[in-house]
């Protein structure tokens, strides 16, 4: 599924949030995109490279930090999942993010700072593949996962802190999105 627009998914802003993805992993290596929101200038990618589960945060463009899990995931049926702590105390601020398979903590590492209002106002969020710009440049677009994705869910935390970003800011972020 792809083609997805910003306001079609949950938003991750300015909160905690994790990513979870059902999948039958295949593939000699394992590859591909489970699921990834925005592109080269702005946004997030949940994937498998060289059979490492990986998390990449692209920050405007100017840096991407990609938290990788230590060791390669095991074919067959597999729970992945991103957990992102957000400091908190405003918006944009950073967090720590965690890698788990089937439950376990394969992985974990800092994103310094996540964008406050918008990824992009014309890129995507697509399941199990990448159909715009890529948002790291080690899953470039039509990145398919070599496996199946059976569902992806996003679980947004409570502390949100959208709240803090003027209303006109954010009226203006909503109008150039549609």
């Avoid at 463009?61 to 095991?74: A, M, N, Y």
């Avoid at 394969?106 to 969020?125: K, L």
């Amino acid at each position: 599924m792809g083609r997805l627009g910003e306001n079609a998914v949950l938003s991750i802003k300015n909160r905690s949030f994790n990513v979870t993805a059902q999948v039958e992993v295949s593939g000699d290596p394992a590859e591909g995109v489970l699921l990834s929101q925005g592109g080269y200038l702005g946004g997030w990618s949940f994937y498998i490279d060289g059979g490492k589960l990986k998390f990449a945060y692209n920050f405007v463009g100017l840096s991407t930090t990609v938290i990788t899990s230590g060791d390669l995931i095991p074919h067959g049926p597999r729970q992945l999942r991103a957990e992102f702590a957000y400091d908190g105390g405003g918006f944009g601020k950073g967090g720590e993010l965690t890698l788990f398979v089937d439950g376990i903590s394969v992985g974990s590492g800092r994103i310094d700072a996540t964008q406050p209002i918008v990824f992009s106002a014309d890129e995507s969020s697509d399941v199990g593949t990448t159909t715009g710009t890529p948002v790291t440049s080690d899953r470039g677009a039509g990145c398919s996962f070599t496996g199946s994705v059976e569902w992806i869910r996003i679980d947004i935390g409570s502390d949100d802190h959208s709240h803090l970003i003027p209303l006109e800011d954010a009226v203006r972020s909503a109008i150039g999105r549609q």
